[in-house]
């Protein structure tokens, strides 16, 4: 099992330049996330998805979209990069809701570092 | 507004115990995680309590006291591959009714020989 993956591992943009994350999992889970984690700080939930066809808001999800086409995957877009989003984007999944006893933790993929110029 | 207040920084030595806390305020509550993060890795899971006291799993054990808003992670016999940075993070009610973390900024703890 590859269990949480990434696609890029490190992209660089211009201001106002759009692109795609893609998050991978192989687990099953029905719950994915995606983070942004900047320096010295913790990490901020952008969007999260309960279940495929389903997305949701997170804390800071400005500038951010997302797609839960399939189980599997879960894509974050930025559709017109700003230097604010400079950041370190990580996805997670689990297999069930965070606030349930069993099979809560999240797992994490690699991330991706993203340098908006 | 949802606050949480671990310390930055936490040095120990290899072999020692350390504590790190971690207090919080947040409107609803429904328990506490702790994550480990090795410099320029992923996050990974160590424990979960949503109820009051200890748990405990192998060297690392996990404690809340929801009437003090209050939760630490206890590190014994500390090694070198101990040394990372570690989050709390409560979980509460999101405006979409739903529930998600919230994490600290993390403590660094660097295990010396």
């Known amino acids: 099992n590859a269990g949480v993956t990434q696609t890029p591992k490190f992209r660089v943009l211009k201001t106002g330049q759009s692109m795609t994350l893609l998050c991978a999992q192989d687990m099953n889970h029905e719950y994915m996330y995606w983070y942004r984690q900047d320096p010295g700080m913790g990490l901020r939930l952008i969007h999260y998805s309960v279940g495929e066809g389903t997305t949701a808001k997170g804390e800071v999800p400005d500038g951010y979209n997302v797609s839960r086409l399939k189980k599997q995957n879960f894509l974050l877009g930025l559709e017109s990069a700003a230097p604010s989003q400079t950041s370190v984007y990580f996805c997670?999944?689990?297999?069930?809701?965070?606030?349930?006893?069993?099979?809560?933790?999240?797992?994490f993929g690699p991330g991706t570092r993203l340098t908006v110029l | 507004g949802q606050s949480l207040e671990q310390p930055s920084e936490v040095t120990a030595v290899e072999g020692a115990i350390v504590q790190i806390n971690c207090t919080y305020q947040t409107s609803g509550f429904y328990g506490l995680s702790w994550y480990q993060q090795h410099d320029g890795g992923a996050p990974t899971f160590l424990s979960y309590?949503?109820?009051?006291g200890l748990e405990e799993t192998g060297r690392f054990s996990s404690f809340l006291s929801r009437s003090d808003s209050y939760g630490y992670l206890l590190l014994q016999e500390l090694q070198m591959k101990d040394s990372a940075s570690y989050f709390c993070?409560?979980?509460?009610?999101?405006?979409?009714?739903?529930?998600?973390?919230?994490f600290g900024s993390g403590t660094r703890l660097q295990v010396q020989p």
């Open positions: 309590n949503a109820l009051d």
């Open positions: 993070a409560v979980i509460r009610p999101m405006d979409t009714g739903r529930r998600a973390l919230t």
């Open positions: 997670a999944s689990s297999y069930s809701p965070v606030d349930t006893s069993l099979h809560n933790e999240q797992f």
